[in-house]
């Protein structure tokens, strides 16, 4: 029984709870989908199309497809770290430390008009592989935040009494035996 409060007492990971959530699967799979159909798509039908572009929009492919593997392998490098927590073979404290070789901050993006040349379905994986970067940016913010303790209401006297080490107890006679 007293093993059983114990365990009750420690404190709940919220990270850990998340890598274990039905978010965390759903985006598992949509962002190992989307590996998938876009390695398809550049080995096949991408490959095809590309060599039918002009000088100019060949380039902006060839830039591009190299922007979207590598963003798309930096956020499966992620979320395989992260499945790894929920399967239990790493602490997500591990995979924090893991994680800053994973780089989610979002990379130099196309200009404009080199966007227009692409093929529409090259332009839509990228549109997607970005909607992913940021669902998973947010969620490893969420995941790996570490809460701060130190913030207190500082207009509630007791709040304020407690973290400068004052005894919280009402004054008067009736609790003089404390």
């Avoid at 929009?57 to 979207?68: N, P």
Wanted: proline residues 4%; contains cysteine; glycine residues 6%.
């Amino acid at each position: 029984m007293s093993e059983q409060l114990v365990n009750e007492a420690e404190p709940v990971s919220f990270g850990e709870r998340l890598a274990n959530s039905q978010v965390f699967a759903d985006l598992f799979r949509d962002g190992m989908a989307l590996v998938e159909e876009t390695a398809s798509y550049l080995d096949g039908p991408g490959r095809k199309e590309s060599k039918k572009l002009e000088r100019m929009a060949a380039l902006a492919y060839a830039t591009e497809s190299m922007r979207l593997t590598t963003r798309l392998m930096q956020l499966a490098s992620w979320l395989l770290l992260h499945r790894a927590v929920k399967e239990g073979e790493m602490s997500l404290d591990q995979a924090n430390k893991e994680k800053t070789k994973v780089k989610l901050a979002a990379g130099e993006a196309g200009s404009e008009d080199s966007m227009k040349l692409l093929p529409e379905h090259l332009r839509g994986l990228i549109a997607r592989s970005k909607a992913l970067q940021a669902d998973i940016r947010r969620l490893d913010a969420t995941m790996h935040a570490r809460p701060d303790f130190t913030v207190t209401n500082r207009s509630n006297p007791v709040e304020r009494d407690r973290y400068r080490g004052v005894a919280c107890r009402p004054a008067g006679p009736r609790w003089s035996a404390w």
